[in-house]
């Protein structure tokens, strides 16, 4: 049996930003994907979370009707089909959190599958290899995307993400973080946004450089460990995804209630709508998220990226 | 006896920016500050509101200790002091509203003090006299302060500041309005904005340019009457106010309820820290604010300025 582990990710700094060609920060934390890939005489798919729950998928027979099983499914096909040799194998998906929180399930679950099937065929790759390919079937199912997800779960640890640049950054800051229910879809949110630049876009333009400012001076402040600038930063940040419109009630209040309870920072992360949020290390934003309703995670920082296991 | 009638005034875009010589664009509402001037033997001031509650001042004996006392009677002694003949009044203050919530308050006073003493010495004084004698008196208590409101209280209607230029425009559209309680000062809101200036100095400018822009939009927008871009710009200069630090959980969480009821636009106006909310007009919005403990305020627009009225 093959047990793939891949790191969950949160956003630091310039999400939706990062689709518009302006840098990233995001960083991978201490919760894990875990894929299993067992032989099998035929395909299956199974998972108890990822909204494909008790679903027991034989793709030869393959008719689903529900869109967000559909759309992670087609993630784990697409991973296999990549690769010529058919062999059969079960996979067995496994998941800390629920999907779409802007945590990078998705992309865990196209890095986990091209890293596992590929070394069930007996083929090794390098890391290199697993985020490109993982990426490319990433555009291929959503169509757009930022190499963002894909390239941070491979490689793990702190990255900065810029166009076709893509560098590790060596920090020893940690964060709290967690998430609320989702309101709408990233694809929503993304619709959102894509407006705000149809109608007003040299205003639009002004909000994503203020953005990448934000983000170009987190990367040094995050490299000289340097908290208290990180936090304002994020609340910078906040601001003009507020502006963006991709923030909601609860959460706009939790990282407003967060500040005058002097937390140095906190922020929405990911695609919006709702879905994870990011503070500096603090006890009091984890308290602050469990009383609004929100699930706290390990946001700890992991940093090997992912990672095959053979168990006989 | 002479009445003086100055409307109050709420802040559409801009607040802040306008300290760092960006434009602001305000309008006069109708709610108004009534001051009467009576014949006396004695120098006299009293309000039931204004902070100034129970207080019966006689100038000759003056000796306050509150400090937010002292800042209203200021105005009204450098508005008495402006004028060379020295002839002993009763001014009575009425106000509609608490003072310091952002609705321009102060500024009504040294307005109403201007208009109405001089008319009660028997000196004519033109609307841009008023305007300019009011706004050195704020300057001398003040220290510092944009003209924004002691010109938008004189003139009465939308306006539109930028350094040196004053511009009356015309519109249409109305609004809905109203405050929550301030938890800290102007004062203390000015002095984080300016943190972020002296922390942040690129970033910073990015953020006031990117203000700056809004404004210039909403001035094209308000005059077609095109409610649908105003609301859109509201929320995005709100979301901006919050990355300068000056919004509260209160406030955030109010604007962004408004944004998911479908309410076309709302954001603080004013200082901060609290204080007033404006929304494109709707019912809807005067609900929340009510239901989430705020008062509700007449944000009809009003046009005629600072009115001195003639009673026998």
């Given amino acids: 049996m093959i047990e793939v582990k891949v790191p969950l990710k949160l956003t630091l700094f310039g999400e939706h930003a990062v689709v518009y060609e302006r840098p990233a920060i995001a960083y991978t934390i201490s919760e894990f994907l875990m894929l299993r890939f067992k032989e099998s005489d035929k395909f299956y798919i199974k998972s108890d979370n990822l909204q494909i729950k008790g679903v027991r998928v034989n793709i030869d027979e393959f008719k689903i009707e529900n869109e967000n099983i559909k ?6 096909i697409e991973g296999i089909n990549y690769f010529e040799a058919k062999k059969p194998v079960e996979i067995e998906i496994e998941s800390p959190v629920e999907p779409s929180v802007g945590l990078g399930t998705s992309a865990g679950v196209v890095v986990g599958t091209v890293a596992g099937y590929s070394s069930y065929l007996g083929i090794e790759l390098s890391k290199e290899e697993i985020a490109k390919i993982s990426h490319s079937i990433e555009l291929k ?9 894909t390239y941070t779960e491979t490689f793990g640890g702190f990255v900065y993400i810029e166009k076709d640049k893509f560098e590790k950054l060596s920090s020893n800051l940690t964060f709290s973080a967690g998430y609320f229910r989702r309101v709408t879809t990233t694809a929503e949110m993304l619709k959102r946004v894509k407006q705000i630049k149809e109608k007003k876009r040299e205003l639009f ?17 995050l490299q000289d460990n340097d908290e208290d600038s990180i936090g304002e930063l994020m ?21 407003s209630t967060s500040r005058m309870a002097n937390v140095k920072g906190c922020k929405i992360s990911g695609g919006g709508a709702g879905g994870a949020v990011v503070c500096t290390k603090d006890e009091r934003a984890e308290l602050l998220l469990t009383a609004m309703g929100g699930k706290v995670i390990n946001a700890t920082p992991s940093f090997l990226g992912v990672q095959v296991i053979r168990r006989t």
Avoid at 205 to 215: E, G, H, N, R, V
Avoid at 235 to 255: K, M
């Fill in 71 to 76: 759309r992670v499914l087609s993630y784990i």
């Fill in 141 to 149: 199912v959503q169509g757009l995307g930022s190499r963002m997800d």
């Fill in 205 to 221: 333009d002004s909000i994503l450089d203020t953005i990448a400012k934000i983000t170009i001076e987190a990367k040094k402040a």
């Fill in 235 to 255: 609340y910078i940040n906040h601001g003009l995804l507020f502006s963006l419109g991709i923030t909601v009630p609860q959460i706009d209040e939790f990282i």
